[in-house]
């Protein structure tokens, strides 16, 4: 029979990184019922940084679920909102937190699955190919891909109490993938995300840069709204498939960004097309026609249409994007004609919207 005493025994042997001392100690453990093999107890924090919450929880549950004995592990987060708001207060001014990061674009859409995450990636190396210093964000918590999609491994190492970012095709990355197992349901709250985010920028040892993409996830939750207010997003890439369900959710977003005063660099229909390899026919698989539709009615342009192809799926699922993978095929100048069209985008809004006073 598995006793409390176990349980926080096997508590003790993770550690906090920041206060450097065990969580029982330090008192967070609280809450503890061990009820039949069931085991559940809260993480009370305080001021953790969200990685270090990310971190703490992974491991308390996995100790926990080692222990002979133990059919069940809840861990609930709690705590930390009190510090995430005075954070809020006491922030800087906006562009303080990346002054060597010339454009930020986030890629966004209302919908998982419309292809986010592979928009982003090549996106990234495509402008990367232009001779340009690129960074991707991955602040999609719910769904952290980019690691895998970029065949990016490992733990971002630290230096001057500074984490730096892994590099991968030469596009410097930091995805909240490098510090939780793969498959870790977190559950994330509004504070959480907010102090993610607020981390993956302040904190992160980005270097000069032309380019920092974020890849958002999927709806109009508190990610889109924390990026928001902790930086000023130079624009946003919208992604949708062509068909008419997917565009419901994408004028959900579009209007949220609208309200938040990003401007909507633009439409990319993805999955637009399937072109059979064998005899060359043209057939769309998803419909036809609602990135215009949605081009129209928020008065932006189409900046691109990728065609549904299965290179750039596996390309994703081994980690070697398409622009890497076949960099001469159709697909891979479909991304270059976006990343052509969000540079100039980007260039010609950033000349009205933030205007260099000298
Ligand atoms: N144009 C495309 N052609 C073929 N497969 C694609 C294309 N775009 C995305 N995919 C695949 O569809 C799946 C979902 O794409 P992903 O980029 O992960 O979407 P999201 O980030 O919006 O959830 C992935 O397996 C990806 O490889
Ligand atoms: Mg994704």
Same mark, same amino acid.
């Given at each position: 029979?598995?006793?409390?005493?176990?349980?926080?025994?096997?508590?003790?042997?993770?550690?906090?990184?920041?206060?450097?001392?065990?969580?029982?100690?330090?008192?967070?453990?609280?809450?503890?019922?061990?009820?039949?093999?069931?085991?559940?107890?809260?993480?009370?924090?305080?001021?953790?940084?969200?990685?270090?919450?990310?971190?703490?929880?992974?491991?308390?549950?996995?100790?926990?679920?080692?222990?002979? #004995?133990?059919?069940?592990?809840?861990?609930?987060?709690?705590?930390?909102?009190?510090?995430?708001?005075?954070?809020?207060?006491?922030?800087?001014?906006?562009?303080?937190?990346?002054?060597?990061?010339?454009?930020?674009?986030?890629?966004?859409?209302?919908?998982?699955?419309?292809?986010?995450?592979?928009?982003?990636?090549?996106?990234?190396?495509?402008?990367?190919?232009?001779?340009?210093?690129?960074?991707?964000?991955?602040?999609?918590?719910? #769904?952290?891909?980019?690691?895998?999609?970029?065949?990016?491994?490992?733990?971002?190492?630290?230096?001057?109490?500074?984490?730096?970012?892994?590099?991968?095709?030469?596009?410097?990355?930091?995805?909240?993938?490098?510090?939780?197992?793969?498959?870790?349901?977190?559950?994330?709250?509004?504070?959480?995300?907010?102090?993610?985010?607020?981390?993956?920028?302040?904190?992160?040892?980005?270097?000069?840069?032309?380019?920092?993409?974020?890849?958002?996830?999927?709806?109009?939750?508190?990610?889109?709204?924390?990026?928001?207010?902790?930086?000023?997003?130079?624009?946003?890439?919208?992604?949708?498939?062509?068909?008419?369900?997917?565009?419901?959710?994408?004028?959900?977003?579009?209007?949220?960004?609208?309200?938040?005063?990003?401007? *909507?660099?633009?439409?990319?229909?993805?999955?637009?097309?399937?072109?059979?390899?064998?005899?060359?026919?043209?057939?769309?698989?998803?419909?036809?026609?609602?990135?215009?539709?949605?081009?129209?009615?928020?008065?932006?342009?189409?900046?691109?249409? *990728?065609?549904?192809?299965?290179?750039?799926?596996?390309?994703?699922?081994?980690?070697?994007?398409?622009?890497?993978?076949?960099?001469?095929?159709?697909?891979?100048?479909?991304?270059?004609?976006?990343?052509?069209?969000?540079?100039?985008?980007?260039?010609?809004?950033?000349?009205?919207?933030?205007?260099?006073?000298?």
């Amino acid at each position: 029979m598995i006793t409390e005493e176990a349980v926080l025994q096997a508590l003790r042997t993770v550690q906090d990184p920041g206060a450097g001392e065990d969580i029982v100690s330090l008192g967070l453990v609280q809450g503890m019922t061990v009820q039949d093999g069931r085991v559940s107890f809260t993480l009370q924090f305080t001021t953790q940084p969200a990685v270090a919450k990310a971190q703490i929880h992974s491991q308390a549950r996995k100790v926990v679920a080692a222990l002979a #004995g133990v059919s069940d592990v809840k861990v609930a987060m709690g705590g930390g909102t009190q510090a995430a708001g005075r954070a809020t207060h006491a922030e800087p001014p906006k562009e303080d937190l990346i002054p060597e990061v010339k454009h930020t674009i986030a890629v966004s859409s209302g919908k998982g699955g419309v292809g986010k995450s592979t928009v982003a990636v090549n996106l990234a190396l495509a402008l990367r190919e232009t001779g340009a210093r690129v960074g991707l964000v991955d602040v999609d918590v719910y #769904g952290p891909d980019i690691p895998l999609m970029m065949g990016a491994r490992g733990t971002p190492a630290m230096f001057n109490n500074r984490i730096i970012p892994v590099e991968s095709y030469g596009i410097k990355l930091i995805s909240i993938g490098f510090f939780v197992a793969p498959g870790e349901a977190i559950v994330w709250r509004g504070p959480m995300i907010h102090s993610a985010v607020q981390q993956f920028l302040r904190d992160v040892h980005w270097g000069e840069l032309d380019y920092l993409i974020f890849d958002m996830p999927p709806g109009t939750g508190d990610a889109q709204l924390s990026l928001s207010q902790v930086i000023p997003l130079g624009g946003v890439v919208m992604v949708t498939t062509p068909q008419e369900v997917a565009l419901l959710d994408v004028r959900k977003a579009v209007a949220m960004f609208k309200k938040l005063n990003v401007p *909507i660099l633009g439409i990319v229909e993805n999955m637009s097309d399937f072109v059979c390899p064998h005899c060359g026919a043209h057939t769309p698989i998803f419909g036809e026609g609602g990135g215009a539709k949605i081009a129209r009615e928020a008065d932006v342009p189409v900046l691109a249409q *990728i065609p549904i192809d299965p290179e750039t799926r596996k390309g994703g699922d081994e980690g070697e994007p398409i622009l890497v993978r076949k960099p001469d095929s159709a697909q891979a100048a479909a991304f270059r004609k976006l990343a052509a069209a969000v540079a100039d985008r980007v260039s010609t809004l950033s000349v009205f919207t933030l205007p260099k006073i000298t």
